[in-house]
């Protein structure tokens, strides 16, 4: 019989995002991100996984609690035009090895 059935939902027991703070600066954002329970994945930039500067929760590391800046200058931070903020998308994958449906993007903003 062909092929495995993926799924569609987000197994039980899962860590979830609990809380995501972002606090502004002059040339950084610091981000604060809390699991509800231990977290095995990565949170990464979005497309900037190669950059190690840009991967802020390397795999496998079980904490619940995680504390990273992110520089307006790289990893993908974009400002608008009239230079009012700055925005960087950060992809919360839950798996350590496999992109899946129920991963996660966020968009953080930095405004003035």
Not at 32 to 56: M, N, W
Not at 86 to 107: F, G, H, I, M, S
Request: aromatic content about 12%.
């Amino acid at each position: 019989r062909g092929g495995e059935i993926w799924p569609l939902e987000r197994p039980d027991g899962m860590p979830a995002i609990q809380s995501l703070e972002v606090m502004c600066g002059k040339d950084h954002m610091d981000v604060h991100l809390s699991f509800t329970q231990p977290f095995e994945g990565i949170v990464s930039s979005k497309g900037q996984y190669a950059d190690p500067r840009c991967v802020y929760v390397p795999p496998a590391t079980g904490k619940t609690f995680f504390s990273f800046r992110i520089a307006y200058a790289r990893c993908g931070t974009k400002p608008d035009l009239n230079g009012q903020f700055y925005e960087n998308t950060v992809v919360v994958q839950y798996d350590k090895d496999l992109l899946e449906v129920w991963d996660e993007a966020k968009r953080l903003r930095c405004e003035w």
